[in-house]
């Protein structure tokens, strides 16, 4: 690695088209050092192979704990030291093991593959009756706000028993703590209430227990280890957050991916038995993850050649790793027959536990919308769309489509 080389910024550029600064580095710098728009020094990881390493190993922390006192150690301004409220940080995402391997297999029952293709009718139902209302609507409108997003939220809401009501607060607070951008004061009243508010609802099921995942994973308990209050109600936060986020981007970055390219939007419609092959080929392309959640080197480490101290931030980059030459021919054309091997649920012990869910509500809002609206197109200029000013999400923020 060249030390001299300019530190790189991961700014509003980098936001509208990672994949060409990821196309550069994976050549001239694949372990590079950036900084994030609040100012955080970090290590970027760009290649496949590195990627793929450094998802397993266990050098590379997720605990919470560890990683305040990370960004403790370092000269940031106080937007970028703010983290989630305690509530909130003590789910999967943030623990190592052993906690990570207890809470993982506490919850992970919820998630298997049988459990989750028992939901396909619920979800074909959501999505046929989302259908339903575009198709009674105007010509034109913004699929993300129309399909995208009620499709993943109504399921993973009907799953964890949240209220119709307050759906549109849940996503608010979601895009305010995920954006990279916006004041400090911001997102840590958005993480207020999203912990106030999960709070009040795992009270509510551990009162009156029903009959949905939330009320499951409150009275779970195996040998005796019951989720404590904290890791409880931060689990509802990542199921909920996880459990939307990334399908809303996988639906808007798939359909944008196919409306810019007829001749593959042709071949899928011709045969639909495509579309599982498909989604997993939107994952690749333009996944709904563009970097993993943040790591912290807890001993010196060497990545692609790089040595990385301890105590340092590293982001490791999915979408990067999803498109390098060296482990996909043609990584930048989109192709339905690829086959799988991409990294857009990671790898290792943090492989994303909704991946079944993301799959089947992929296949099913893809099969709904290519058998609903044939004349489906874009209604804008491709170079008129923005994507979300997130360090993590890969999406964007309206996709204005015509329906007939």
């Not at 198709?135 to 499709?151: K, N, Q, R, T, Y």
Request: hydrophobic share 45%; net charge negative; charged share 25%.
């Amino acid at each position: 690695m060249d030390l001299a080389a300019p530190v790189v910024p991961l700014d509003a550029a980098f936001f509208a088209d990672p994949h060409a600064l990821y196309a550069r580095l994976r050549v001239e710098e694949p372990v590079a050092r950036a900084v994030t728009p609040l100012g955080m020094p970090v290590w970027l990881v760009t290649r496949y192979d590195d990627v793929r390493e450094a998802l397993a190993d266990p050098r590379l922390a997720k605990d919470s704990e560890g990683f305040a006192r990370v960004l403790a150690s370092k000269p940031l301004p106080p937007e970028a030291q703010s983290v989630f409220a305690q509530e909130l940080n003590r789910h999967l995402l943030s623990t190592d093991p052993p906690d990570h391997t207890r809470l993982r297999k506490l919850v992970s029952r919820a998630f298997t593959v049988r459990a989750i293709a028992a939901l396909r009718p619920r979800i074909e139902a959501i999505a046929g009756r989302l259908a339903d209302r575009m198709a009674a609507g105007p010509a034109e409108v913004d699929l993300i706000d129309a399909f995208a997003f009620p499709l993943p939220m109504g399921v993973i809401c009907e799953l964890l028993g949240v209220p119709d009501a307050e759906r549109t607060s849940f996503r608010r607070w979601s895009n305010t703590l995920l954006s990279s951008e916006g004041a400090v004061d911001e997102r840590t009243a958005a993480g207020m209430s999203m912990a106030v508010y999960l709070t009040d609802l795992v009270a509510q099921k551990r009162a009156h227990p029903a009959d949905d995942v939330l009320s499951g994973i409150v009275a779970a308990s195996e040998d005796a280890d019951r989720l404590s209050a904290d890791e409880t109600v931060s689990m509802a936060f990542l199921l909920l957050v996880a459990g939307h986020e990334t399908t809303v981007n996988l639906i808007g970055n798939g359909v944008l991916a196919l409306l810019r390219r007829p001749d593959r939007l042709a071949e899928l419609r011709a045969d639909p038995g495509l579309v599982p092959a498909a989604v997993e080929e939107f994952l690749r392309f333009d996944g709904p993850v563009n970097l993993a959640t943040y790591r912290h080197t807890t001993a010196p480490v060497e990545i692609g050649g790089a040595p990385i101290p301890a105590g340092e931030v590293v982001l490791v980059s999915l979408a990067s790793a999803n498109r390098d030459p060296a482990q996909f021919a043609d990584p930048d054309e989109l192709d339905l027959h690829r086959e799988a091997g991409h990294l857009a649920f990671g790898h290792g012990i943090h492989h994303c536990l909704g991946a079944p869910l993301a799959r089947l509500e992929g296949e099913v809002a893809f099969r709904t919308l290519l058998g609903r609206f044939p004349d489906l197109a874009l209604a804008v200029d491709p170079a008129e769309l923005t994507w979300r000013q997130s360090i993590l999400m890969r999406g964007l923020t309206r996709l204005p489509v015509r329906l007939r």
